[in-house]
């Protein structure tokens, strides 16, 4: 009888996380779902505008190809990318 719940209850959490056990379209896995792909969307796109307005070629397809859930995008940002130019100073007279 022990077997039975046990497999019984395993089925529980798949059904559970598949979606099917909870409330409205998504679900549980189809909501995280949605949240990663809009994190990662999000950081995508600000480090491939950075990467193309520094004109980095190289960087824009790596950036294009690999997908990392927004941590190389993050990176990329932070770490990679080369400073904004110094505002531009008023000659003097």
């Known amino acids: 009888m022990r077997h039975d719940f ?37 950081w995508k796109g600000m480090a491939l505008w950075k990467a193309a307005h520094q004109e980095s070629k190289v960087w824009f397809i790596v950036l294009l190809v690999v997908n990392t859930v927004g941590i190389l995008d993050i990176l990329y940002l932070y770490v990679f990318s080369k400073k904004s130019a110094s505002p531009v100073e008023a000659p003097k007279m």
């Open 6 to 42: 046990a497999k019984s209850n395993i089925m529980d959490w798949q059904n559970f996380f598949a979606g099917s056990a909870s409330p409205g379209i998504l679900g549980v896995s189809g909501l995280l779902l949605a949240i990663v792909l809009l994190w990662s969307l999000i």
